[in-house]
């Protein structure tokens, strides 16, 4: 009886240690950087007149509805990212933020400047990149167009829907002016 039970027992054991393993599959985690990635590929291949070396500023997506004159913390995001993308695919890009000199502060030194009386005059670019923002139920549409700075013709062109879970935390809709736009 004993000898029964026992075995009962290992049998109970053995069969909770044979049963089966659920696999969970992680959610894929997209980045902004893969999105940025997408962008400045879909430039290059719809790109007409452009080439290796040539100049080119990339400003920040604005929001479409502001009239263009506001950004958010995720379109600075988005202009850096595509900054970093565009010179890796070898086109020399201009900062345009870059101050005359480096104020050096307790703070921290500093080479950049978002005010425009400290910037320096603006460099040659064969080409500039704008965008816009426009947010959906569900996502983020990002339109990006690459423009000769001379001619202002469109020579490239992107668009991607970014999901709106992966942009919550940059897309702060507390925006900010890029640009007074009040007439006196």
């Keep these: 009886m004993k000898h029964m039970l026992v075995t009962l027992i290992g049998l109970v054991f053995l069969t909770a240690c044979s049963s089966p393993t659920l696999h969970r599959t992680a959610p894929v985690q997209v980045s902004v950087s893969e999105y940025s990635n997408q ?5 290059l291949a719809s790109a007409r007149g452009v080439h290796a070396g040539d100049r080119v500023v990339v400003t920040s997506p604005v929001w479409l509805e502001s009239g263009m004159t506001e950004s958010s913390l995720f379109g600075l995001q988005l202009q850096q990212d ?16 870059l101050t005359d000199g480096i104020r050096v502060t307790p703070e921290g030194d500093f080479a950049l400047s978002t005010n425009y009386l400290e910037l320096r005059e603006l460099q040659a670019a064969d080409f500039i990149l704008v965008g816009t923002l426009v947010n959906r139920d569900d996502s983020l549409l990002v ?3 690459l423009l000769d700075f ?3 013709v469109v020579v490239a062109t992107a668009q991607v829907a970014i999901p709106e879970t992966l942009i919550s935390d940059l897309s702060n809709r507390n925006s900010f002016k890029l640009v007074n736009s009040d007439r006196q």
């Design 39 to 43: 962008l400045a590929n879909q430039i």
């Design 82 to 97: 595509l900054s970093a993308e565009l010179h890796s695919m070898a086109l020399n890009v201009i900062d345009f933020k």
């Design 143 to 145: 339109s990006l167009r």
């Design 150 to 152: 001379t001619s202002q």
